[in-house]
């Protein structure tokens, strides 16, 4: 196994693409902690990662809080005994034009996405320079590359995780730890595939939930179909296991952008 006795801390891993992150993440040796905002979802996929033979535990955390990001990468070392890796996944998103948008809801998605990745990022460096090895992934999105309507919020926040992923990099270079971030194209999670998601907000007068889901998959994606929350976790198995890939944010997407 490619990451026996690494420890992993995965936020936003109690579903969707965390799970597919921490669930790819322990079948190559990986020790992980999942940190979710939901309790009861954080425990259910440490559960399953533990039926991999794997140690594992859940914690609750609110990433846009700095004592509760603090005490989560502590329980981490303290409970598994370092950290070694930090997927920094957990997001938030509400689909409403400019006009729409309140300073409320600008504020509640940058605060998840951007400054949550920043915070948890802060909070975990110290202990991945006592390593002298450290493995830093972002969840960012194609939607921090290119800007979509109705999700200018969205987008704003997850084109900070591309600009703040490479000038981390750039400082930790010299540190043997490497950040990296993944940029998913259209993943049948909540955010497009559950209530109120794209699927359903964008969905043509007549259309059902599942004709809008095939409709943007076909149109938008080369491929024909959309990718898989295994799809994100194999990426970050792939960023953790290499030393000279750094400031990257690759987009596993099907074909739909190509930059």
Not at 166 to 187: F, Y
Request: charged share 20%; net charge negative; hydrophobic share 40%.
């Amino acid at each position: 196994m490619k990451l026996q006795d690494r420890v992993a801390l995965v936020t936003g891993g109690g579903r969707g693409i965390g799970r597919g992150i921490a669930l790819e993440l322990a079948k190559e040796g990986c020790s992980v902690a999942v940190a979710d905002m939901n309790l009861n979802d954080a425990q259910s996929v440490a559960a399953e990662i533990q039926a991999l033979g794997r140690t594992s535990l859940a914690i609750q955390v609110n990433v846009t809080d700095w004592d509760d990001v603090q005490k989560m990468v502590q329980t981490t070392v303290e409970t598994l005994g370092k950290l070694d890796i930090i997927c920094n996944n957990a997001g938030v998103i509400s689909i409403k034009s400019v006009e729409e948008l309140t300073p409320e809801d600008w504020d509640f998605v940058l605060d998840v996405n951007a400054k949550g990745v920043f915070m948890c990022c802060k909070a975990a460096i110290p202990e991945l320079k006592k390593n002298g090895w450290g493995r830093i992934i972002n969840t960012a999105s194609i939607a921090g590359k290119e800007g979509f309507p109705q999700l200018s919020h969205y987008a704003a926040s997850k084109f900070a995780v591309v600009g703040f992923t490479v000038s981390l990099a750039k400082e930790l270079q010299r540190d043997n730890i490497t950040v990296n971030s993944i940029c998913p194209g259209i993943v049948p999670t909540q955010m497009w595939y559950g209530p109120n998601g794209l699927a359903d907000k964008w969905k043509l007068e007549g259309e059902t939930m599942e004709e809008s889901w095939k409709r943007h998959q076909d149109i938008l994606i080369p491929q024909g179909e959309g990718q898989t929350p295994q799809d994100m976790g194999q990426l970050a198995v792939f960023f953790a296991t290499q030393d000279h890939i750094t400031a990257q944010n690759i987009n596993v997407d099907g074909g739909f952008t190509w930059h």
